[in-house]
């Protein structure tokens, strides 16, 4: 099976920058996807990582390492519209086809 | 192109009553998914689809079916409703392959109240 553990609320300052980790323990491993969904909205893309190490992109950072199974999202110079749930995801290879598992997501909520 | 589109939007029904949402995308994608997203819960699989004709129980199937009649389609019957499928349904939709990176592209949702 699988499971997926990620903080369930953060709060951070308008300007900072907030990590958001994600542990999981899976059977097989293709791949982390991390994604942001605004209240009533749908979830959209942000990253994806499948190898060890850092991918960047913009503000928003992605850190992966499989052996110890922990994954982050960094978000720099936070914005008021970052206040969101970030829903970490993993792809199981073993499945044959791509469904993601969810972890029940992070309500990030940035401040003044 | 639209993406993937949901219909209803939002639904209210009573107990034992039945409905069907429709799921659509222009994208020309392999595979298709029926999420429901709960408070505290996250998103859980309930049925997904690999291609036309063909689909796979996900982690909630219970007082679920399914059907993929047409590539585009991809239909989420309820054939008596009860409280406890009250939530918010999302359908997504990938590209073929499992190998390489394959981002899943979200409906907006449909929100469904069973009285």
């Known amino acids: 099976g699988q499971n997926i553990d990620q903080p369930t609320e953060m709060t951070a300052t308008e300007g900072a920058i907030v990590q958001i980790n994600c542990t999981y323990q899976?059977?097989?491993?293709?791949?982390l996807f991390w994604y942001q969904q605004h209240a009533g909205e749908a979830p959209t893309f942000l990253s994806y990582?499948?190898?060890?190490g850092l991918e960047e992109k913009g503000r928003f950072s992605s850190f992966l390492s499989r052996s110890k199974g922990y994954s982050y999202l960094l978000l720099k110079e936070l914005q008021m519209k970052d206040s969101a749930s970030y829903l970490c995801a993993v792809r199981n290879f073993n499945s044959g086809n791509t469904p993601l598992v969810f972890g029940k997501g992070t309500r990030l909520s940035v401040i003044a | 192109n639209a993406g993937v589109t949901q219909t209803p939007k939002f639904r209210v029904l009573k107990t034992g009553q039945s409905m069907t949402l429709l799921c659509a995308q222009d994208m020309n994608h392999e595979y298709m998914y029926w999420y429901r997203q709960d408070p505290g819960m996250g998103l859980r699989l309930i049925h997904y689809s690999v291609g036309e004709g063909t689909t796979a129980k996900g982690e909630v199937p219970d007082g679920y079916n399914v059907s993929r009649l047409k590539k585009q389609n991809f239909l989420l019957g309820l054939e008596s409703a009860a409280p406890s499928q009250t939530s918010v349904y999302f359908c997504?939709?990938?590209?073929?392959?499992?190998?390489?990176?394959?981002?899943?592209?979200f409906g907006p949702g449909t929100r469904l109240t069973v009285l």
């Open positions: 997504a939709s990938t590209p073929w392959g499992t190998s390489s990176y394959n981002e899943q592209f």
């Open positions: 990582n499948v190898l060890d």
């Open positions: 899976t059977s097989g491993f293709n791949g």
